[in-house]
């Protein structure tokens, strides 16, 4: 009867081993392929915002991750500039990154990572990070590639006890480019390139600009600036000049000389401001000669009205 017992007891032992072992992995693994690839004479590469294949001298990060839902991507993407890099990186959610130490050649280099199972059905992107060696000094990078494209598959339930198989080295372009540029076959003989590119050093207000001239700059929303790196006060080519408090393009205080006052604007508000000396809201068409006409906002009547400049 011992002898009986005990052999019942081991395998009762071992089944409670087996089902501890699964739930360890329920939710399971994926085994995610990623980086270059070839197809026919072509390959895809990686390289820096100086158009060199990254490798162990010329030191770069390759890392695949998901956003946040709620995260618009396009939009932050756009108006990123240096030190909204941390930010922007919370909202990435890195499942495997590697250095190109081991670059079969410059720029060309595929791994392979293993994660756990999570936000299934989510889309995949693959980032550069420029000057770094390893993806937990992101926010020092110096440049950034962001790209995805539409024949990616969505991240994948995982595999228990196998990692589920996740290929996305299977292309050798990319139809979405959101931070970076392709350098073509004729720049880049190999085959495809995607470069970096290098992060304004701007406040994040001015996020989204670019440069015309040393020191001029263009902004969808706001137009052509002149922005003094060292007094942060920028000449408006309407509105002269300006000083901006705050650092989120939807909503900052800006100081006007012209109305000597405080007004609350925003990218989806310009040219429309809230003056605070007047506690009214104005608006200022900007003429193609530079000449502005102001209006004021009666409450009362609901109506726009002229508005004199002091």
């Known amino acids: 009867m011992q002898q009986g017992t005990s052999a019942a007891f081991s395998i009762i032992v071992f089944a409670f081993s087996l089902l501890g072992t699964s739930a360890a992995f329920a939710d399971g693994t994926v085994d995610v392929t990623y980086g270059s690839t070839f197809s026919g004479s072509e390959g895809l590469f990686f390289v820096d915002s100086n158009q060199a294949g990254f490798d162990s001298s010329n030191v770069g990060v390759l890392a695949v991750g998901y956003f946040d839902s709620s995260f618009d991507i396009p939009a932050e993407s756009k108006r990123l500039v240096a030190e909204g890099l941390d930010d922007f990186l919370a909202n990435f959610n890195l499942l495997a990154s590697t250095n190109f130490d081991d670059a079969a050649s410059p720029g060309y280099y595929t791994n392979v990572g293993t994660f756990s199972e999570q936000s299934v059905g989510s889309r995949p992107y693959l980032m550069t990070l420029e000057g770094i060696g390893s993806f937990s000094e992101a926010s020092s990078a110096t440049a950034i590639?962001?790209?995805?494209?539409?024949?990616?598959?969505?991240?994948?339930?995982?595999?228990?006890?196998?990692?589920?198989?996740?290929?996305?080295?299977?292309?050798?372009?990319?139809?979405?480019?959101?931070?970076?540029?392709?350098?073509?076959?004729s720049d880049f003989s190999d085959g495809n390139a995607y470069a970096s590119q290098q992060l304004l050093n701007l406040p994040r207000v001015w996020g989204g600009s670019s440069y015309l001239t040393e020191n001029w700059l263009y902004l969808d929303w706001f137009g052509i600036f002149y922005y003094h790196e060292v007094t942060k006060w920028v000449h408006h080519h309407h509105l002269g000049w300006l000083y901006i408090e705050g650092s989120n393009p939807d909503g900052?205080?800006?100081?006007?000389?012209?109305?000597?006052?405080?007004?609350?604007?925003?990218?989806s508000l310009f040219p429309m401001f809230w003056l605070h000396s007047e506690q009214n809201w104005l608006f200022i068409t900007l003429n193609e000669d530079q000449s502005i006409v102001t209006q004021s906002f009666d409450a009362n009547t609901q109506v726009w009205t002229a508005f004199e400049t002091p």
């Open 145 to 185: 590639g962001l790209f995805t494209d539409s024949h990616f598959s969505s991240l994948p339930n995982g595999g228990d006890p196998i990692g589920m198989p996740y290929d996305l080295a299977t292309t050798i372009s990319f139809d979405t480019v959101l931070l970076g540029w392709h350098v073509s076959a």
């Open 252 to 267: 900052f205080w800006i100081y006007l000389p012209i109305f000597d006052s405080w007004a609350f604007t925003g990218s």
